[in-house]
């Protein structure tokens, strides 16, 4: 009887710890400069002259869950969290800019669901000329 009862605490006990590692979640996190926006154009903006300040930064951020890795792609989510970021900066009538445009995609994913999450920062400045 003590060996039966050995056995089952044994077996709850590797039963907890399958339960733990499998709802257990896991995280994957990346950065990277980018010098695009958001219609894939460029608008080349040299700072050569002291003619502008910086005005501050701003932040946008877009997220899309998955189930067995179906779901919003990554571009998509890029744009969304770029066109938030423009929207927060509030270009418009104004004589400002946003350079350093860096993106961070954030990944949690626990068997099949995932959630990805990308932010997008960048530096306002405004020009004084």
Do not use: D, P
Request: proline residues 0%; hydrophobic residues 45%; positive net charge.
């Amino acid at each position: 009887m003590k060996t039966l009862s050995i056995i089952k605490k044994q077996g709850l006990l590797i039963i907890s710890i399958v339960a733990v590692v499998f709802l257990s979640g896991c995280g994957v996190s990346s950065g990277l400069v980018n010098q695009f926006s958001v219609n894939s154009t460029n608008t080349n903006v040299i700072l050569q002259k002291n003619n502008f300040k910086v005005a501050g930064t701003v932040s946008g951020e877009a997220s899309a869950s998955y189930v067995m890795a179906i779901g919003c792609n990554k571009q998509t989510l890029v744009s969304l969290a770029k066109q938030q970021m423009i929207e927060n900066a509030k270009l418009e009538g104004t004589s400002k800019a946003i350079i350093n445009v860096s993106i961070e995609e954030h990944i949690t994913f626990i068997l099949v669901y995932m959630k990805r999450t990308i932010k997008v920062h960048g530096t306002v400045i405004e020009f004084t000329e």
